[in-house]
C-alpha cells in the first residue's frame, strides 16, 4: 500500500510563524493537562486524525475530542503493565542518552503549544534541542519487544506523523527521534521539514477537527479501535426494528457483507483441511520445518478446573454468596 504522505522535501515558501504558548505545563495536574488536550489536535493525536494511526481510529479519537472519553476503558498512567507507564518513565533516560551520543543539549519546553494560524492544532514537545544550528526538536520513545517490529524499517508513519505535526506548530525546521529498542538499543532517526506533507497534514487534520466541532461521527473503518468505539457508544439496545428495505446505499453494504462471508467461510474451510493435512501426516511429531517455516502441535500442560455443576448440588447455599453481575454486551448477528 503506498503511504498517505509522500516525503516530497519542498521548503517552506514564506518563513513559518512560531508557536503560541498555550498553557504552561510545569504545574499541570494531569487532569487538568487531559481536559486542555481535548479542545484541539496535539501530536500525538495526528496519526489517529488522519486514520493513520495502529492503535487509534478516528472514531475512537472523536470520541474523546467531543467529551464521549469517559465512555471508553481508561488507562491507568501507574500500571506498570502500560506501554505508557514505561514510555513515562524512560523518557528523560533516553534525553539523556541522546545527548550523550549526539552532543546536543537539550531542555524542557513545559508548555502546551499552539499554532499560530490553526488554534486547533497543539502539541507537547518531548525536549527542545539547544545550541545546535541542524536540529532543534527532540521526540523520545521506548518500544518494547513487540513494538519494536514497527521500527524495523526506520520511523513509523504514525510517529513521522507526530514529528511532522510538531514541525508545523512550532516552525521549526528539523528534529531529531530518538527511540529505545528493546530496552538496550538507542536509534537516532532525523526528519526534516515537508512543506508538501504539512500541507496535507493540517487539511486532513482539519477535517476531522469539523467532525469534531459538528459532532459528527467519523466513518468506522473496521480496526478494533473502531469496534471498540461502537461498543462505548452503543451499548444498550432499544427494541426499534428499523427498515432499510428501500435504502439502496444500506442494501448494497449488506449484500456485500453477505458476500464477504461466504467467501470467508471457504477460506476458513480450505485452512481447515491444509491444517489437518499437516496433522495427518505429523502423527505424534511434535514439530515439522519447512523450507519458510515450521508448524508445531504440542499438548498443553494439565490444568485443574472446579467441577460447578457438583459444587452448585452438593452446596447450592453457596450460590447466592459468591455470585458476580457480568454486565452483557451487544452481539451483532446476521440472518439471511
Known amino acids: 500500500m503506498e503511504p498517505a504522505f509522500q516525503n516530497m522535501s519542498s521548503p517552506p515558501k514564506t518563513k513559518p510563524r512560531p508557536a503560541l504558548r498555550l498553557v504552561n505545563t510545569l504545574d499541570l495536574s494531569r487532569e487538568d493537562w487531559l481536559s486542555v488536550r481535548q479542545n484541539g489536535i496535539g501530536s500525538s493525536d495526528a496519526a489517529a486524525a488522519v486514520g493513520l494511526s495502529p492503535y487509534t481510529s478516528q472514531l475512537e479519537l472523536w470520541m474523546q475530542k467531543t467529551g464521549r472519553g469517559d465512555r471508553l476503558p481508561q488507562v491507568d498512567p501507574n500500571d506498570e ?8 518513565l524512560l523518557e528523560p533516560i533516553v534525553a539523556a542518552h541522546y545527548t550523550r551520543h549526539s552532543g546536543h543539549k537539550v531542555r524542557r519546553i513545559n508548555a502546551v503549544l499552539q499554532h499560530p494560524d490553526h488554534p486547533w492544532m497543539l502539541a507537547n514537545i518531548d525536549r527542545e534541542v539547544t545550541g545546535a544550528s541542524d536540529v532543534q526538536l527532540l521526540e523520545c520513545k521506548t518500544a518494547g519487544i513487540h513494538g519494536s517490529r ?6 513509523p508513519e504514525y510517529v513521522q506523523l507526530q514529528v511532522m505535526h510538531q514541525l508545523a506548530v512550532t516552525g521549526k525546521q528539523t528534529a531529531d ?3 529505545l529498542l528493546g530496552g538496550q538499543e538507542l536509534q537516532v532517526h532525523r526528519i526534516e521539514r ?6 496535507q497534514l493540517i487539511d486532513l487534520e482539519g477535517r476531522f477537527w469539523e467532525w469534531v466541532q459538528t459532532d459528527t461521527p467519523p466513518p468506522a473503518d473496521g480496526s478494533q479501535s473502531a469496534d471498540l468505539a461502537l461498543r462505548c457508544l452503543y451499548p444498550q439496545h432499544t427494541g426499534t426494528v ?3 428495505s428501500d435504502d439502496l446505499e444500506m442494501s448494497g453494504v449488506f449484500s456485500e457483507l453477505m458476500a464477504v462471508r461466504q467467501v470467508l467461510d471457504k477460506h476458513a474451510e480450505l485452512e481447515s483441511q491444509l491444517k489437518q493435512r499437516i496433522q ?8 515439522v520445518q519447512f523450507e519458510t517455516g515450521e508448524v508445531t502441535w504440542k499438548r498443553s500442560k494439565d490444568s485443574l478446573a472446579v467441577d460447578s455443576a457438583r459444587l452448585l448440588k452438593e452446596r447450592p447455599e453457596w450460590l447466592q454468596d459468591y455470585l458476580v453481575s457480568r454486565p452483557g454486551s451487544r ?3 446476521v440472518h439471511a
Open 150 to 155: 514497527l521500527w524495523r524499517d526506520g520511523v
Open 81 to 88: 503493565t502500560s506501554p505508557l507507564y514505561w514510555g513515562t
Open 194 to 199: 515537508d512543506q508538501k506533507i504539512i500541507d
Open 242 to 244: 428499523l427498515d432499510w
Open 177 to 179: 527521534v530518538a527511540v
Open 280 to 287: 495427518q501426516r505429523m502423527g505424534d511429531a511434535s514439530t
Open 331 to 333: 452481539r451483532f448477528l
